[in-house]
């Protein structure tokens, strides 16, 4: 497994930019697959964003042209770039991490989470 921390969240207002990062620790960890994922109040956790290669990226359709999604395999960090930022986006956003090959879904290392808040 490889251990991940977060960091970069905060109380920002409508249409506003943040930047999350999140740091990799821990054996083979080039060798997974990196995402983002958030949960707000009262909601399943969902997937925001995953990077397998730097050409393949995944986004939820709620995300798509706002969010963008980057990994520095020289520092082992992982990071997650949102503009545009609605109240919606209001969650806890947390970094994760799954082997290759793994099952969609199926990630096995998580970071302790971020609270991003967008209000006026």
């Known amino acids: 497994q490889v251990q991940l921390v977060e960091s970069g969240g905060g109380l920002v207002q409508p249409g506003d930019s943040l930047r999350l990062s999140c740091a990799a620790s821990g054996r083979a960890s080039a060798n997974y697959v990196m995402a983002w994922l958030r949960q707000a109040p009262g909601q399943e956790r969902e997937l925001v964003a995953a990077i397998y290669t730097p050409s393949s990226t995944y986004y939820a359709d709620s995300v798509k042209g706002r969010f963008t999604i980057s990994r520095d395999m020289a520092r082992n960090t992982v990071s997650l770039q949102m503009n545009n930022l609605k109240p919606e986006d209001t969650a806890v956003y947390y970094c994760?991490?799954?082997?290759?090959?793994?099952?969609?879904?199926?990630?096995?290392?998580w970071g302790q989470g971020t609270q991003v808040t967008v209000s006026s």
């Open positions: 994760a991490a799954k082997p290759r090959g793994a099952p969609p879904g199926a990630y096995s290392s």
